[in-house]
């Protein structure tokens, strides 16, 4: 079973950045499109960013040209570079494959911006 656990969430102002990480355990995650979701109070998750097991990228009308997505297959670790960051950004930030069959969802990482 691979686990997931995202890191690199935090408090920043509006215009700041973080850069999200997320380690899987296992040996599928190279043969995975991977993804970002995220999930505001009260919604369903929804879909960020994705990335290809070849390094093609897709984003979110919404964060396209400030958020980049990519992999390190060696590492089994998927980033989330977060540029130009928003209030409406403000969720809690998942990782795990673009499509069914899930992994088990991590606890996420808490993105919050403000000032």
């Known amino acids: 079973q691979v686990q997931l656990v995202e890191s690199g969430g935090g408090l920043v102002q509006p215009g700041g950045s973080l850069r999200l990480s997320c380690a899987a355990s296992?040996?599928?995650?190279?043969?995975?499109?991977m993804a970002w979701y995220r999930q505001f109070p009260g919604n369903q998750r929804e879909l960020v960013a994705s990335?290809?097991?070849?390094?093609?990228?897709t984003y979110e009308d919404s964060v396209k040209g400030r958020f980049i997505i990519s992999r390190d297959n060696a590492q089994n670790t998927v980033y989330l570079q977060m540029n130009s960051l928003k209030p409406e950004d403000t969720a809690v930030y998942y990782c795990?494959?673009?499509?069914?069959?899930?992994?088990?969802w991590g606890q996420g990482t808490q993105v919050t911006v403000s000032s």
């Open positions: 990335i290809t097991v070849r390094g093609i990228a």
């Open positions: 296992g040996s599928t995650f190279s043969a995975r499109h």
């Open positions: 795990n494959t673009l499509s069914y069959p899930y992994y088990a």
